[in-house]
């Protein structure tokens, strides 16, 4: 079975610094894939960033990186220079394959201006 | 559209009523899920459809709950006899084969 431990439930951050989302991870699957959303209070999922277990890289989108530590089944994800409109929920997942998407319970970020 | 489209966005049942919730996909997406998103919660695993088959139902809560996607587009969530536990969001999301998934703004279900 899957499980994403996400064991921060509430973030602020100053405009303009860098924040770091924790999320750990359980699995016995070799292949596997990590992903970030974002949900702002409309409710909508976005989709941030992706990591397969497989990368060597930590992947990295814009102001999103992800801090991919194989050995310690965790995919922080990183979000440099904050701004007011990243105050939302986000959601660490992962699946393997072609599966559904396991979520960890989110962490709610507050960008302070 | 081009995104994924769900209605009613927000949907008022009284207990013990039947509801039928709506997902229009993005087009070619073959894979469609169903989540249920409790209030304060991470979303939870509903159901899975790859075209019309629906792979997996393991998710469901009860025998209430059931979900259809006849012609591997459109889907709908039925929900019968409505219950108070009942109410959350759910969620519907899209995706082509190994990619991410796209997600509706989801439909809010309060039942009183």
């Known amino acids: 079975a899957q499980k994403i431990t996400q064991t921060q439930p509430g973030m602020f951050v100053q405009e303009k610094e860098a924040v770091t989302l924790d999320c750990t991870y359980d699995?016995?699957?070799?292949?596997?894939?990590l992903f970030w959303y974002k949900q702002p209070s409309s409710g909508e999922m976005i989709f941030l960033i992706y990591q397969g277990s497989y990368d060597e890289q930590n992947a990295t989108e814009g102001r999103y990186s992800l801090n991919f530590q194989k050995a310690r089944k965790s995919a922080n994800l990183v979000i440099s220079a904050s701004q007011l409109g990243d105050s939302a929920m986000y959601f660490c997942a992962m699946r393997r394959g072609n599966t559904p998407l396991v979520f960890g319970k989110g962490t709610r970020l507050s960008v302070i201006a | 559209g081009a995104g994924v489209s769900q209605s009613p966005r927000y949907k008022v049942a009284k207990r013990g009523q039947d509801v039928a919730l709506r997902c229009d996909p993005i087009s070619g997406h073959v894979s469609l899920f169903w989540y249920q998103q409790a209030l304060g919660q991470g979303p939870e695993f509903l159901t899975y459809?790859?075209?019309?088959?629906?792979?997996?139902k393991s998710g469901l809560p009860s025998d209430r709950f059931f979900a259809e996607r006849p012609e591997g587009s459109v889907s709908t969530l039925k929900i019968q006899r409505t219950q108070q536990e009942d109410s959350a969001v759910y969620l519907c999301?899209?995706?082509?084969?190994?990619?991410?998934?796209?997600f509706g703004q989801g439909t809010r279900l309060t039942v009183v």
């Open positions: 699995t016995s699957d070799q292949s596997y894939g």
């Open positions: 459809f790859q075209n019309e088959a629906q792979l997996d």
């Open positions: 999301a899209s995706r082509r084969l190994n990619t991410e998934a796209f």
